[in-house]
């Protein structure tokens, strides 16, 4: 694992070791570590919902079509 020093400024110091205390990270980088992934899940989501949006429609969205997809998100959660 790499390490990266960074400078803050006390006020965003202080906010970042609060965090830590209250949010039972165990230190500040794991506290950082979770904020970058977090921020890689988004923009992976913009891509996603960008690339969904610029595709051809393929059918009609109806109540159906929701709760089929509510069914496999259940069936994937369970296994």
Do not use: H, W
């Not at 949006?53 to 009609?60: D, H, I, N, R």
């Amino acid at each position: 694992m790499s390490t990266m020093n960074i400078s803050l400024p006390d006020s965003l110091k202080s906010f970042v070791d609060e965090q830590v205390g209250e949010r039972g990270y165990g230190t500040s980088s794991e506290y950082v570590r979770e904020l970058i992934c977090r921020d890689q899940d988004r923009v992976r989501l913009r891509g996603l919902l960008l690339e969904g949006a610029s595709s051809p429609s393929t059918a009609a969205v109806d109540p159906a079509y929701f709760e089929k997809l509510r069914k496999r998100v259940r069936k994937a959660a369970k296994a």
